[in-house]
């Protein structure tokens, strides 16, 4: 039986899945988020293969420094949340309570700026224009009556 990488990986994502939600649901939300975070990096990886082949720097960046973001915004949240639990906070962030704060700036903002720049700027590595001239080509290919793709029209 040959060992299938992508195949690992989506069991994986299944296995990481239950875990997330058997830790949200007997409390443990923040140990569920940072699960999330190794399902959103599996299935960077998995986003990053081409026929079988794997595209690492595609996933290091932009999509691994927005995982890092994300779990540095988790503990920082979580941090605050904790340092200032039933009291006023010594001081906000942008008028935010430094929990929130944290959360809207290194989830959301930040993230989202630097996945549309930053795949802006490695757009040709994920999704080239011969590659989608070759899938453009392929789904206009004919399909024959076994349910396969006719290649050039032969059967």
Known sequence: MKFNVETSL???SAVLWIMMVGLAGTGHWL??????????LIYGVLGSSHKGRFDLKLVA???LVWIIMWAAAFWL????????????PDFTILGFHPSFAAIVVLFWVVPTLLMG???EMVKDRWLSQERWDDFVRQVHE???EDGDRDKEGQA
């Open 10 to 12: 989506i069991t994986l």
């Open 77 to 88: 949240g979580d941090h605050y949340a904790l340092a200032f639990a039933g009291q006023y």
């Open 61 to 63: 960046f932009p999509a």
């Open 117 to 119: 720049f930053g795949f």
């Open 31 to 40: 140990a569920g988020l940072y699960v999330l975070l190794g399902l959103l």
């Open 142 to 144: 004919p399909m024959s």
